[in-house]
Every structure is written in structure tokens, then in C-alpha cells.
């Protein structure tokens, strides 16, 4: 019962932060607005993690590595603890463990991103009906824009309605199989 808590409060605790920080990361990638509530939430939860890690990590190409090796660590570190609480014992060495966690984490990113962009698009296209002004509606076009520009120019409106979310829907999920098999084949090699 107890590794059973401990699995669950090392899962919603890591979640949250991998999550908040590759929302802060997509934000930053996709030019996504700070100047709202979502923004400034994600600013407020993320800033004692990535202020220190700008100290010593450097942005790569436009892409702001400070917001994604801390995700990328907090996932590393939260399936090796959960492995822990499990009482697993691999058959794989130290070294193999290490690169096989690593791995793991590098896709569960890949894997939640995906998520981010699929909770977006269905936030934008229910915004869109319910309340075309929220103050929020701008923070999901933008960060759904990138991704249904190019689907937009290929697949018409049908009596004024957009199909191109739904599109971009069904694409993420499809994208999401193949994730899924990746991470399966790379848990099984320790």
C-alpha cells in the first residue's frame, strides 16, 4: 500500500513539472505569448527550475535547452524512482539501465508533447464553439497554428466548418502508435 502511494506521488508530482516545463519549452518554441494567465502560470511554476539551469545550459539552435534537459531529468530520475518502488530487479547492468531510463525518458517527451499539442487542438476547437473570445482562445491557436497552417491549405472548410483540428487529430494520434511501440521495445531491453 505504501509503495503504491509513493509510486502515485512520484508519478503526479514528476508528471506535473515534465509537463509544465515542456508547456514552457512549446511556449517558447512556438512564439506562444507569456502576457496571460496560462503563460504566467507555467512562468511561475518553471522559473527556480530554469533560471539556474540557464546558468549552465546554454539555447541550442533557437531552442531553449534550459526548459527541456530539466523535463527530460525530472522524467529520467522519476522512472528510475518508480522502478525502485516497484523492487525490480533488472537483469541489466548499471550502464544499460542508465542509457535504457534515458531512452525512456527521451520518449515519454516525444509522447507528451504530442499530448500538449492533442489537448491543445481539442481546447481550440471547443473554445471555438463555446466562446470564440476567451482569453485563453489565442494561447491554443498559437500553439495549435504551426501545426494546422499547412493541413489548411490542402483540406477546404465543408459549409464553413474547419475539418483540419479533427485531421490534425487523427495524424497525432497515428503518431502516437508508433511512439508507443518505441517505448515499448526500448523498456524491454532492460
Known sequence: MLTQIA??????VA???VF????RFHFQWLRVPFRN?????????TN??????????????????ATLLPAWLIQFVALWALESLRGRDSDADVGTAIAVFAGLAAVDLLRYSLYILVF???LQAVLSWVNPHSPVAPIFDA??????RPLRRF???????DLTPLVLLVLLQVLLIPVWHLRAAVGALL
Do not use: C, Q
Not at 500553439?143 to 494546422?148: A, E, G, K, S, V
Open 20 to 23: 509544465v516545463l515542456l508547456a
Open 48 to 65: 527556480w527550475i530554469v533560471r539556474r539551469a540557464r546558468r549552465v545550459i546554454p539555447a541550442l539552435a533557437g531552442l531553449d535547452l
Open 143 to 148: 500553439i495549435t497554428r504551426r501545426f494546422l
Open 37 to 45: 494567465t496560462l503563460g504566467e502560470f507555467v512562468l511561475a511554476t
Open 120 to 122: 491543445a487542438v481539442i
Open 15 to 17: 508528471g506535473f513539472f
Open 7 to 12: 509510486s502515485l506521488l512520484v508519478d503526479l
Open 155 to 161: 483540406i477546404p472548410p465543408v459549409a464553413n466548418i
